[in-house]
């Protein structure tokens, strides 16, 4: 009798025998750090960073990944981030302890511009709606905020290769990118 490994396809005999496909182990990992491209922090204003800041501290604080491919160590994988913001993208890179590329994230603007269009254009109607916060109208719009915030980490999570971020994680990367390409730090809500 053969044994399979890794969905490979033995013969014994006259008969093959076809192993099924395991799906690639997930290992979990933690981000230890994110950066801003220079040129993206260099041309910012101090509450722009500030702000970006705050967003980078509770992403690193609280991201989740899982990271393909074999587990060999029992700790989480620690992940080491770069945003870099491009006229015609918005690109994350994560790399290990070692410097290599374990996962990336390239939202063209042609895909990502929709998501936050409607993301400002929900957090102006609030910001500008003069509403208390227990109002009808301003519950609706904030359920609409969370609801392109959800569309707009699926997007995230889709387009990651190499690494999976849960929810939360991704919502927290989507926060972040709206932050770097729209300047939020004059709006109070």
């Known amino acids: ?8 396809v033995k013969l014994a005999g006259p008969r093959l025998h076809f192993c099924s496909m395991q799906p690639l182990a997930k290992q979990p990992a933690v981000l230890r750090d994110i950066t801003v ?3 993206t922090w260099r041309y910012a204003t101090r509450p722009r960073r500030a ?3 705050a967003a980078i ?6 991201a989740a990944f899982a990271v393909e491919g074999t587990p060999v160590e029992p700790e989480a994988t620690a ?3 770069q945003v870099v913001v491009e006229p015609s993208a918005i690109a994350v890179t994560l790399r290990d302890d070692a410097g290599a590329e374990v996962g990336r994230l390239q939202l063209d603007r042609p895909v990502i511009a929709p998501v936050l269009r409607e993301y400002l254009r929900i957090l102006q109607a609030i910001e500008g709606s003069g509403l208390s916060e227990t109002s009808p109208h301003f519950e609706a719009l904030d359920i609409a905020r969370r609801l392109v915030h959800d569309d707009a980490a ?8 190499g690494v999976q971020p849960d929810q939360e994680t991704a919502r927290q990367l989507f926060s972040l990118m709206v932050l770097l390409t ?8």
């Open 1 to 8: 009798m053969t044994q399979c490994s890794k969905g490979i």
């Open 37 to 39: 491209d220079e040129v």
């Open 51 to 53: 702000e970006w800041q």
């Open 57 to 62: 501290e509770e992403l690193v604080a609280h």
């Open 79 to 81: 992940l080491h981030g």
């Open 154 to 161: 699926q997007l995230v999570q889709r387009y990651f290769s």
């Open 182 to 189: 729209h300047d939020t730090s004059r709006l109070a809500s």
